[in-house]
């Protein structure tokens, strides 16, 4: 018997076919996966920076606060999603939940690290200017906090990308919605263009805050120059 001169009743792994036809799943499944990970890791950082000068501020805080937060990361995605079921029901709000909790511990870490490495002369310096907790905060701490805020930053980025696929179980994975639905069918075209483009997303995500984190760390090329 003669092959089908078609990929897709072929199901072959690689099918432009499937690209030209599909092309409207393809983008609605995409931009969901952005408008995830976007939201997460923005209101991650929101309430990350405020944990992290908690504790770099208080010595007592800093133990209850990286014990939690290492605690929620440990928790297996499948596990995180059932316990904040009852809270937010089967809807995208519950992939938003379960990601900023993943986040905060990349998040908090780093940033405690870069706070940590100011050097207390500098800060000894701007206090003998005049400048306030506030100020000193918010003009000296958190900019020489920046390279290792960054970093944590990108780590968090690309591991919401990848976590971001687990809430299709909920139906609301992005591009895991299609490659969830191809496995069950064995559409392996689907299967592969969604997984290729789950790992675009994410390496571009790090190439952007990676330029991002140069153009506001501009010290940091001068002194490895």
């Known amino acids: 018997m003669t092959p089908p001169d078609d990929c897709l009743a072929r199901n072959d792994w690689i099918c432009g076919e499937y690209l030209t036809t599909r092309s409207h799943i393809l983008t609605d499944a995409t931009v969901q996966h952005l408008q995830l990970t976007f939201l997460a890791v923005l209101i991650a950082l929101v309430v990350a920076v405020p944990l992290a000068v908690a504790a770099r501020r208080w ?107 687990v809430g299709a179980i909920v139906g609301f994975g992005g591009l895991g919605n299609l490659i969830y639905a191809g496995m069950n069918t064995y559409f392996k075209a689907q299967v592969l263009t969604a997984s290729v483009l789950c790992v675009v997303i994410a390496v571009a995500a790090d190439l952007l805050l990676l330029g991002v984190q140069r153009l506001l760390t501009p010290w940091t090329r001068a002194a490895r120059a």
């Open 59 to 165: 010595r007592w805080a800093s133990g209850p606060v990286l014990a939690v937060t290492t605690v929620l990361y440990t928790i297996p995605s499948l596990a995180m999603f059932s316990l904040l079921l009852p809270a937010y029901g089967l809807s995208a709000s519950l992939v938003v939940a379960g990601l900023v909790l993943y986040s905060l511990t990349l998040l908090v870490r780093n940033i405690l690290v870069g706070l940590r490495g100011v050097p207390e002369e500098t800060r000894q310096a701007a206090r003998g200017l005049g400048y306030g907790p506030v100020r000193l905060l918010l003009t000296v701490e958190l900019p020489l906090a920046l390279p290792a805020s960054m970093a944590g930053l990108r780590i968090a980025t690309v591991s919401a990308v990848s976590l971001v696929t």
